[in-house]
């Protein structure tokens, strides 16, 4: 696939000419500068307001521990009043932003496994291409190979057909078999049972398998 | 540039502490600087910190009083409406990244449901997969067969109109005279130019009609207990719910 972007560019620092741009400059920007300043109140422990005006004339802003609370303390060039009751507020507060971080840095990290895995099994399929034709995308493939492929799949569509169809006998039974044996008093002899062949444990799956994918998610 | 990652608390170190605080101080007044210049926009940031009495502010004391009344002067509801602290900013990118997570997730399962699909192709056994796999694989196979379906049409109207042209160029300047070729004599010119290749891949017409048994009882295949048609509603849209 050609590049979409041209990646990083280094910007003059004028104002921007093209409006677009500009707009997704400015939406861009301001996400990033409200995250840098979300990292210093965390890390550094401060007090920051920060107030800007879009180029449509909304204004964005970020404080903590809140805007109107900073400017207050700007404005008023008082120093900041500590009661006890705010310092209550003020260490629940920073309680719940502390497992907001944490939850924050957990998905972020469980986003960058995932793209690692994507990365993985696109090495993978890009390396087999050579040797397995039929990995290549559809639009590389020319008419027999797009024949062959076509009854492959529909080949391989009825033995999952069958498959599927195994699965579901299977879990009915294991279904009826785990009901009979809750109502059924101990002692007597159980037509499930095991030596007969009909139902065997072993064969009824569990989950996903050693191919490394998970159990599906829809 | 930093070696390692920074884990998103509180530093406890005082003097690693007060030399980060220093370096991201300067990179934030640089970037709401930047913001502004590029945008072409007004802006104010204040910070106050145990280390200076006196808050640091961009672009100036006055500048910053400036922004502040442009501020204060705007309709209470204009001011709070698009206003965050820490934990509704932190909610906020929570929010959007279980969203790129679910989004990738779901971009990864297909792409792994395709290397099942392509193992199933050459003979692995689908024994280990459960009935949510077998639901997607089999919506996967669909998928791809439509996408062939489509390409293969493609084809032959290139196929039909580089006839027709050369059909007319052929017959010269007359009344235009319209070469019609079947699809499927398209189809049967464009396969046999190929056999060779076909020839090469014999291996992969022997899956098709198995001499001996494969890891899942070929054989199996050609006594299915109900019709192919019964297992189109199996495959609900797995992937786009």
């Known amino acids: 696939m050609a590049r979409k972007s041209k990646g990083r560019q280094k910007v003059a620092m004028v104002k921007m000419p093209n409006e677009s741009n500009l707009q997704v400059t400015f939406s861009k920007r301001r996400s990033g500068l409200f995250k840098k300043a979300s990292e210093l109140c965390t890390l550094c422990g401060v007090e920051v307001a920060i107030i800007v005006f879009s180029p449509g004339k909304k204004v964005f802003s970020f404080g903590h521990p809140g805007v109107e609370t900073v400017v207050e303390r700007f404005i008023t060039r008082s120093p900041p009043q500590i009661s006890p009751t705010m310092q209550l507020i003020e260490a629940h507060r920073n309680a719940s932003v502390r497992e907001l971080n944490l939850q924050l840095t957990q998905v972020c990290n469980q986003l960058e496994m995932e793209k690692k895995k994507a990365e993985e099994i696109n090495q993978t399929r890009k390396a087999n291409k050579s040797q397995c034709w039929w990995e290549s995308p559809i639009e590389e493939l020319n008419m027999p190979q797009l024949q062959q492929l076509k009854l492959s799949l529909e080949q391989l569509k009825k033995i999952v057909a069958t498959q599927a169809d195994k699965l579901l006998i299977q879990n009915s039974q294991a279904h009826l078999h785990s009901q009979f044996y809750a109502s059924t008093s101990s002692g007597a002899v159980l037509p499930f049972e095991s030596k007969n062949g009909v139902f065997n444990p072993e064969i009824v799956p569990s989950h996903g398998h050693n191919l490394g994918y998970g159990r599906g998610f829809y | ?241």
């Open chain 2, 1 to 241: 540039m930093t070696r390692k990652k920074v884990k998103l608390a509180y530093i406890t170190n005082d003097s690693a502490r007060k030399a980060t605080y220093k370096k991201r101080k300067k990179g934030l007044m640089k970037k709401v600087s930047e913001l502004s210049t590029l945008c072409g926009i007004d802006a104010c940031a204040i910070i106050y910190s145990p280390y200076d009495s006196q808050p640091e502010v961009w672009p100036s004391p006055l500048g910053v009083q400036r922004v502040l009344a442009q501020f204060r002067n705007m309709p209470e509801m204009d001011q709070s409406k698009k206003m965050v602290n820490q934990e509704s900013f932190l909610r906020q990118r929570i929010t959007k990244a279980n969203e790129q997570l679910k989004k990738q997730r779901k971009e990864n399962r297909e792409k792994e449901m395709t290397q099942v699909m392509f193992q199933g192709l050459i003979g692995k056994s689908l024994n280990s997969l459960n009935m949510m796999d077998l639901n997607d694989l089999g919506w996967l196979i669909d998928q791809n067969l439509k996408e062939i379906h489509k390409r293969v049409e493609t084809l032959n109207k290139e196929a039909n109109n580089s006839q027709v042209v050369a059909a007319a160029a052929t017959y010269g300047a007359g009344p235009s005279v319209e070469v019609k070729i079947s699809p499927e004599q398209a189809e049967r010119q464009a396969f046999e130019v190929n056999i060779d290749a076909m020839q090469r891949q014999q291996w992969l017409m022997d899956w098709i009609n198995p001499q001996e048994p494969m890891g899942f009882g070929g054989d199996e295949v050609n006594n299915l207990p109900f019709g192919d048609a019964n297992h189109n509603a199996l495959w609900s849209s797995a992937f786009f719910p």
